[in-house]
């Protein structure tokens, strides 16, 4: 029995109705262009040049026909000096970044420095970016070594700045209390943080919060924190966040602690502890022991600063400029730039007539959204109701429309005058860093939430629901393997996550180009919950059409939300079209809530205008079809799977009269190359093995070749091989032990261990395998029944992760 904890939303098991549901394209759709700037991304400035010069990354990138990429991205951009980042040649610096997008078409989409920058900064940045004056092209020679306009149209003013993490990046956070020496502590309620970021202000640095959202025990500290390695007369200390009150005596307090043991501050002082060993009264200095300027204070006690010692600094940080004033400089720098703030307006700020009008004076373009339904998605997920997730994007559509409803009226009660859309900057299906790496969302729900959140807000935008100005996924790329980022690239190798291939799949087949399916009959149902607790019934299946403008193909994005059942599916087409095949891409996953996604891509035929397909349970299906251009060969299925160290291709071919063979081609990097021949024959049927195939994303194609000498390609099918060539081929678990079959392509040690859902360890055994495949049987004796994850380590680390039910 399937359990949700902590809230009710969406629940009960899904039913529907094995109808076939059937969809007739119209001859001449009503097609919307999709602007660039919700076809957007978050990339890091501090990414790893080796990462975006990635031979795989660069060919996959055009692919998703990017718009803004939001830069310098997240927490780092609210204290980012974009300036001094320059001299890190091997990130994603401004420079770096800028070729990038020349030479990939796209833009940028920046997050100015809130967190201790002016108005000032921020506007000479923006004269930097856009303007054409003689000064600035010379600037921009000078350090970017390219004086042309880098042209960025949205702008955010800080990011997160008011969320309970952002003390460690900017002058200003929010945590409902600030503690000090246990237990004092004081409240600190939001409409002040919130009045804080629109007009700005003071703030004392002092006391800590509550580690959460990438804060650690020392950063949640607010005073500035420093921890000596040498004696000194005299220590200078920067504070982080400037300006100091120079015409207060009490502005600055200064703590010093000799014989300060950091790692035990580190790793085993609680926030308390940790506070208190730094605050106590007899290490604390007298007035004449230090002095300060408006930036920097001198701890200077008459008997020095020793090594090994820790300095705390608190102060108040004053001066501050708010959101209003870095608007009115940013727009008067150049008056075409969009600015979203980010910082929601609520009650009782949203009440006071007084915020109310200089809102009105100072309005921005667009209110910036950071959306993750981490307290939706996630217990959703771990209870395995696959269905409510793919719902998701339907529910955040209502509220945004409701949030649209709000906004439309303020603009007429407050007297704005501009319109105030939308900027969703990050969004996810969670910001989870702290979920394991075979998390439920690691696989088709991630997949199936990306595709249908991006269809969802481009139909609500292309039909006046919602005024959107930007779309960012978080994020593009990253190393490692958080499933939140579309691609990795480890050790050299670019990998696609399951968020990746969605985000190619919407993409491709809507992203530029949308049109509304919306003759459709026989839609089965499926049941669920409301948040009262209710049923309701809504559609199984979530249709959109597009139109790839780089040839004629029409596209139909199609999602099964069923996490139960399999749907049948027609496509009727119209005759005028003259489609003779259809290209189906589909993702998958065997078994729910197994995180190993299936990605296959095949030819199919059109019969009579009509497609008739199956679509697996919760997935994701493009259909590509081309207006009169049949495959002079009908290639009816087309597969490529890693198998055994080996890839394994596999296609059904019909109507091969005058074919003389097929020539099989892979790509890697460059061009594809002819790696081997197959003769024509009447069976049909065919399979080609790959026998030494290199690691990575390889892609497949099949050259069909007729005796007259033309000749045509297939579509292009893809498959992963593993670094180090490891392939879990079989996997079987009883109520007491584990039969496994492995393939290694050569002699290795490898650890073998068992993970349970709370992430707990337990080792079976290791072993040294031979080249070949080898079968273990392992005991799970002691193991109570339910969820765990089979891992296989070698000496580069993991490699291999099964999930499995112990009964």
Known sequence: MRHLLLFVFFLGCAFASQTQTVVVLPENPVVYDVPDSWRGHNQAASANMDWVNNAGFQATFPKLHAGPLRWPFGNEANNFDWQAQLGQINQFNLKNAVAFIRQHGASLQMVVNFGNGTPESAADFVRFCNSTDTYWQTQRQALLEDPNPIGVTYWEI???????????????GWQSQIKFRCPDAQNFPKEMADSLYYYGGSFWRQGWVEVIGGLTPLTAILGTKVFTQAATDTLAVPVDFPQLDTADPQGVRVWLTPNFDLQWAKNNASQCELYDSLTNAWNALQAGEFSWTDSVVYVHPQNGVPAGAAVLVEYNSINHAGAFAFRDAMKAADPAIQIGYATKVKPPLADDPAFQADFAASPPDFMVEHNYPSNLSKPLAEGGYFSEVAYLPVFKKQGFLEDQAEWDQRESSWGIPNDVGFGYTEWNIALCDECPANHEFDGIASSIYVAGFWANMLESVVSGDLDIRTINHFGLQASGTNFIHLFHVNNGIFSIGNEGYAALMAMESIGRKLFP???????????????????????????????????????????????????????????????????????????????????????????????????????????????????????????????????????????????????????????????????????????????????????????????????????????????????????????????????????????????DLAGRVYDLADAEVQAGSSQFEFGLNGLPAGIYFFQVRSAAGLQLTQRFWKP
């Open 517 to 755: 399916v919306d003759n459709v009959s026989g839609m089965p149902q499926i049941s669920i919950l409301n948040q009262q607790g209710g049923t309701q019934l809504v559609d199984a299946l979530q249709m959109w059409g597009g139109v790839d403008p780089d040839s004629n193909y029409y596209n139909l994005l199609v999602i099964n939300r069923d996490d139960e059942h399999t749907q049948a599916l027609t496509v009727q087409f119209p005759a005028s079209w003259q489609i003779q095949s259809a290209q189906v891409e589909t993702l998958y996953a065997d078994s729910l809530p197994q995180p190993p996604v299936s990605y296959t891509y095949q030819s199919m035929p059109v019969a009579n205008n009509s497609l008739t397909l199956t679509l697996p349970r919760f997935s994701l299906t493009v259909i590509k079809a081309s207006q009169g251009m049949p495959l002079p060969v009908e290639l009816l299925d087309f597969s490529a799977r890693f198998h055994n160290g080996s890839v394994q291709l596999d296609w059904i071919a019909g109507g091969e009269e005058n074919l003389k063979d097929y020539s099989i081609e892979r790509q890697q990097e460059g061009a594809f190359e002819l790696i081997g021949r197959v003769a024509a024959t009447e069976a049909g049927h065919y399979r080609f093995t790959d026998s030494m195939p290199p690691a990575g994303i390889l892609y497949y194609r099949l050259r069909q070749n007729d005796f007259s000498g033309s000749y045509s390609y297939s579509p292009v099918v893809a498959v992963q091989v593993p670094e180090t060539g490891l392939d879990l081929s079989q996997l079987k678990a009883g109520a007491d032990h584990l039969s496994v079959s492995i393939y290694s392509p050569a002699r290795q040690g490898l650890r073998f261990s068992v993970c």
């Open 158 to 172: 800080g990011n997160e700045v008011t969320d309970a993490w952002g003390f460690a990046w900017s002058w200003l």
